[in-house]
């Protein structure tokens, strides 16, 4: 589950809890006051109080659980596809030839492809 997903979640449940989408480890926030974050293996509860105005319902920490079971690296939506073209466009010409020739092959023989 990535960001975005456990996000969609959360609003599919009536959550009103909001995620920072492009954080690796999100921070989850009530009515703009931070409540924890999401680490790579657990949900870390600040202790600012945040947490007594909203307490967790089942369902949001449940979500929450399920996204701190993501490798962090997968949380952000595109984040693998963009760090490939970025190195992409920094390669030599001939290596990026045969990128781009290996994908097509690829392409050609997914019967999925669009």
Do not use: C
Not at 60 to 85: A, C, H, P, W
Not at 88 to 93: A, I, N, V, W
């Amino acid at each position: 589950m990535n960001n975005e997903q456990a996000q969609q979640a959360l609003e599919n449940i009536g959550s009103q809890l909001k995620l920072e989408l492009d954080e690796e480890m999100p921070t989850f926030s009530f009515e703009n006051e931070a409540i924890g974050f999401v680490s790579d293996i657990s949900i870390v509860i600040f202790a600012t109080g945040g947490y007594l105005k909203h307490k967790l319902s089942d369902e949001e920490y449940s979500i929450l659980v399920e996204l701190s079971k993501t490798y962090t690296e997968n949380r952000i939506q595109d984040k693998t596809f963009n760090g490939f073209v970025d190195s992409l466009s920094k390669t030599d010409k001939p290596t990026r030839t045969k990128i781009i020739n290996y994908v097509k092959e690829l392409i050609s023989s997914d019967s999925n492809a669009e």
